[in-house]
């Protein structure tokens, strides 16, 4: 996350080196790229779009062990590349790779049986840190540029989104306990990695500034969003949400 | 992933594991783990070890050559303090043929300031042993000093193992005081928690052990060894084990193979015992019945039930019709009667089918171990009288009040004796039982110790009437009782009363005063715990 944010830096110190360079130097603006590729490389943070769960099961003390988690993603890193092609006047069709992590925490409820009594559980609660999120996909883009300025452009961007999305999710937990056994603390947890393949869409808005022949810097900002339903194990499910807000910066290469 | 406080502590452990082992220091005491399989570590271990064995603080314990790789010999070697083992503290040494050490592994421990003169001698701390465990250990195995790392040092301790019928016990005994600062279970088990149907087919959850895929009742998550035996009908092995001629082992637990276990007497007087335990902990906050994690035996099916018609009278009496407490931690419990067989009009079912017979009997442990009740005339009657106190109160414990099976009620054995039960705390007369000192009987010793099993009623009449009001129904003297949502007054003020104050030869208007007096510490003077004590003594007709 801070090196894509160092990153971001750089370009826009770059474009405004670059900008100042040609202030210096008169002449004439630098014209548009003519070419109808476009090389697409992004980079950003990614904002998840909100918090899941898990409802499962176990058995403990032959009985039934209703566990809850309620999690949420930090902030994490998102890289993108891709290619834009024009195909009709200013409309340009784009196909963008990404890659997205994040680490997912909250806390995690549980009502463990007791080892002597049935239907006199013992409530534990615990922090879960750690989940490991990742994403990765494509977005496809129908762009439309709206020229702002000689050497800026707006962009327009929208389509669907293909996403595989894999998370750490909890599956089974550890506690200590001792006589009377009325009470037990978390003392571990365990998880396992769920992967699903989901669609979704995605919107967003780039702002571009010229800064050579061929090459663009940017400012991106994205929504994307897709819903997959992850299965760590029989019985235990967990809708989560793909995607976010995205806000990067990126390069663009004109051929 | 991890409970953030655990992560930290584990990392901290593993920091200083890894320190120990790189970095081993004299000056505090600390334990070194030795991982040399590298040339370089294996060097310095090497001389470390040399310089140990030169010393004296190594000893040669065991050498063998290895069977497998030819030419390799493996030397054990114990660590001593001035002369006694430190527990735990071993090194094996690999060697090749021409005598280079090829590995180096075990800890030892530095920074010892032990003095190695025990305060205790092997004696005494076999004296420990006897009194924890009930053995009596033979000279060919005396407890042994050895130096036993603890958290915040070292202690000379002694360590000794006793065998018993339910299992064995490894003892850390600190040689200068005689605490016993371990106690290890000696064999090599694991707990589980099962599921029984009782006598009365209810489902109930039972701790057991686990070994070699079998399955029996040894309680392994209660503090005490609370073990049920299968006794399988035999009513002599059952007397030898009673009279002291064998012991019980393992394979006379009863026993199951898939951990859901169908012989109800078997389930509840194991999973009833354990329900006992509990009460008195959490009530009362005692550790059992000598309030020191004594073992709790029960014995079941110590007679075929079918053969009720083929036996005497006194065995009938004794080991169908009956449940008893017979010293040391050990209940027997009656077979009961065959389905079609009645006594007395009423059919009954296992004995330990019952919560209120199971905490009875048991509770006379604790009268064992406290007041020491002596088992005759009125003296016995307060006997017999604690414990329906008590199996009562643990009834009402774990069952909801009300009149049908398995719920709490004034009754005594209504579960498995029906209809009815054996005795009513609410109406003794209607079981033939005094409810007045007015009427009660006076009967030889050798008439039911002087009709301790009668005259009973009259303080369990007191007990019922001091928790649910009443009037008495020969004197027609009304109780303001304290209220069944406060029974947990009543039943302190008995157990405090029967288990500290009573002396062993009690009458019936000693135990008044020590009653009211024990309710008066607990709740005052004008409680209306001691105001409901007083009233029902004085409705019974004890003053």
């Given at each position: 996350m801070r090196r894509v944010l160092v990153m971001a830096g750089a370009l826009l110190l770059a474009a405004g080196t670059a900008h100042a360079q040609s202030a210096r130097t008169p002449s004439r603006p630098?014209?548009?790229?003519?070419?109808?590729?476009?090389?697409?490389?992004?980079?950003?943070?990614?904002?998840?779009?909100?918090?899941f769960g898990q409802q499962f099961t176990l058995t403990r003390n032959v009985e039934a062990a209703p566990v809850t988690t309620d999690l949420s993603l930090a902030t994490g890193g998102v890289f993108e590349a891709g290619v834009r092609l024009r195909v009709h006047r200013r409309l340009s069709i784009g196909v963008v790779g990404f890659v997205a992590s994040a680490t997912g925490s909250g806390t995690l409820d549980a009502k463990l049986p007791h080892p002597f009594y049935f239907n006199r559980p013992r409530d534990v609660t615990g922090d879960l840190t750690g989940l490991a999120h990742k994403e990765r996909g494509v977005?496809?883009?129908?762009?439309?540029?709206?020229?702002?300025?000689?050497?800026?452009?707006?962009?327009?961007?929208?389509?669907?989104?293909?996403?595989?999305?894999?998370?750490?999710?909890?599956?089974?937990?550890?506690?200590?306990?001792?006589?009377?056994?009325?009470?037990?603390?978390?003392?571990?947890?365990?998880?396992?990695?769920?992967?699903?393949?989901?669609?979704?869409?995605?919107?967003?808005?780039?702002?571009?500034?010229?800064?050579?022949?061929?090459?663009?810097?940017?400012?991106?900002?994205?929504?994307?969003?897709?819903?997959?339903t992850l299965s760590a194990a029989s019985g235990n499910e967990s809708k989560v949400h793909a995607g976010g807000v995205q806000v990067g910066v990126g390069l663009r290469f004109a051929f | 992933m991890r409970a953030r406080i655990r992560a930290l502590t584990s990392s901290i452990v593993a920091l200083l594991a890894v320190a120990s082992t790189t970095a081993p220091a004299l000056?505090?005491?600390?334990?070194?783990?030795?991982?040399?399989?590298?040339?370089?570590?294996?060097?310095?271990?090497?001389?470390?070890?040399?310089?140990?064995?030169?010393?004296?603080?190594?000893?040669?314990?065991?050498?063998?050559?290895?069977?497998?790789l030819s030419g390799r010999t493996h030397v054990r070697l114990q660590q001593f303090h001035r002369g006694v083992p430190v527990y735990g503290a071993v090194l094996t040494r690999q060697t090749d043929d021409i005598g280079a050490t090829v590995s180096i592994f075990g800890t030892t421990y530095s920074g010892i300031d032990v003095d190695v003169?025990?305060?205790?001698?092997?004696?005494?701390?076999?004296?420990?042993?006897?009194?924890?465990?009930?053995?009596?250990?033979?000279?060919?195995?005396?407890?042994?000093?050895?130096?036993?790392?603890?958290?915040?040092?070292?202690?000379?301790?002694?360590?000794?193992?006793?065998?018993?019928?339910?299992?064995?016990?490894?003892?850390?005994?600190?040689?200068?005081?005689?605490?016993?600062l371990e106690e290890l279970d000696a064999a090599q088990r694991q707990s589980a928690v099962g599921t029984g149907t009782g006598v009365l087919g209810d489902q109930k959850k039972i701790s057991v052990s686990s070994a070699t895929g079998t399955f029996t009742t040894s309680d392994l998550l209660r503090p005490p060894s609370l073990v049920t035996y299968d006794m399988r009908e035999n009513l002599q092995r059952t007397l030898d084990f009673l009279n002291g001629r064998i012991t019980l082992g393992s394979t006379d637990r009863a026993a199951d193979s898939d951990n859901h276990w169908t012989d109800g007497a078997a389930v509840d007087a194991h999973a009833y015992a354990g329900y006992f335990y509990d009460y008195y902990f959490k009530r009362f906050g005692r550790r059992?019945?000598?309030?020191?994690?004594?073992?709790?035996?029960?014995?079941?099916?110590?007679?075929?039930?079918?053969?009720?018609?083929?036996?005497?009278?006194?065995?009938?009496?004794?080991?169908?019709?009956?449940?008893?407490?017979?010293g040391g931690g050990v209940m027997v419990y009656g077979e009961g009667l065959p389905s079609t067989v009645t006594a007395g009009g009423q059919r009954w079912n296992f004995l330990s089918g019952a919560i209120d017979v199971v905490a009875h009997e048991l509770s006379h442990g604790v009268t064992d171990f406290t007041s020491g009740l002596l088992y005759r005339n009125e003296s016995g009657a307060l006997n017999e009288s604690f414990s329906d106190m008590m199996g009562?109160?643990?009834?009402?414990?774990?069952?909801?009040?009300?009149?049908?099976?398995?719920?709490?009620?004034?009754l005594i054995g209504e579960d498995v004796i029906t209809p009815g039960g054996i005795r009513s705390m609410e109406n003794p007369a209607a079981y033939g039982q005094p409810d007045h000192y007015a009427r009660r009987v006076i009967l030889p010793l050798s008439s039911d110790n002087g009709?301790?099993?009668?005259?009973?009623?009259?303080?369990?009449?007191?007990?019922?009437?001091?928790?649910?009001?009443?009037?008495?129904?020969?004197?027609?003297?009304?109780?303001?009782?304290?209220?069944?949502?406060?029974?947990?007054?009543?039943?302190?003020?008995?157990?405090?009363?029967?288990?500290?104050?009573?002396?062993?030869?009690a009458t019936f208007a000693v135990a008044r005063a020590v009653t009211i007096q024990a309710a008066t510490n607990l709740y005052g003077a004008s409680s209306a715990a001691t105001r409901a004590i007083t009233q029902a003594w004085t409705a019974v007709g004890v003053n």
């Open positions: 630098a014209r548009a790229p003519s070419g109808r590729v476009r090389l697409v490389v992004n980079g950003g943070a990614q904002v998840a779009p909100g918090s977005h496809v883009e129908l762009a439309v540029p709206l020229r702002v300025s000689a050497r800026d452009e707006l962009i327009l961007l929208g389509g669907p989104s293909y996403f595989t999305v894999e998370q750490a999710l909890v599956t089974d937990l550890t506690y200590a306990d001792s006589y009377p056994y009325d009470t037990a603390t978390l003392d571990d947890t365990s998880s396992a990695v769920a992967k699903k393949n989901g669609a979704g869409f995605n919107v967003g808005v780039e702002l571009t500034r010229q800064v050579s022949r061929s090459a663009r810097v940017a400012l991106l900002g994205r929504y994307a969003r897709g819903t997959v | 000056a505090q005491p600390r334990r070194t783990a030795a991982l040399a399989a590298e040339p370089s570590s294996i060097r310095a271990w090497d001389a470390t070890v040399d310089a140990m064995l030169r010393g004296g603080d190594l000893e040669v314990r065991h050498a063998e050559a290895d069977t497998l003169r025990p305060v205790l001698t092997v004696t005494d701390a076999a004296a420990v042993v006897a009194a924890r465990t009930g053995v009596d250990l033979g000279p060919e195995r005396p407890p042994t000093l050895v130096v036993l790392p603890v958290e915040d040092g070292f202690r000379l301790v002694y360590r000794a193992s006793a065998f018993t019928a339910e299992g064995g016990t490894e003892l850390f005994i600190d040689a200068r005081d005689g605490a016993v059992g019945i000598d309030d020191n994690n004594f073992r709790m035996l029960s014995l079941v099916h110590p007679v075929p039930r079918a053969a009720v018609l083929s036996q005497s009278n006194a065995v009938i009496g004794a080991f169908y019709l009956n449940a008893f407490y017979a009562t109160a643990v009834e009402f414990y774990y069952q909801p009040p009300g009149s049908g099976s398995m719920q709490a009620d004034y009709g301790v099993h009668t005259n009973s009623g009259i303080p369990n009449q007191v007990y019922y009437l001091a928790i649910e009001g009443g009037t008495n129904r020969t004197s027609g003297l009304s109780v303001q009782g304290v209220g069944v949502s406060n029974r947990e007054q009543i039943e302190k003020t008995m157990y405090r009363a029967f288990t500290q104050m009573m002396p062993a030869d």
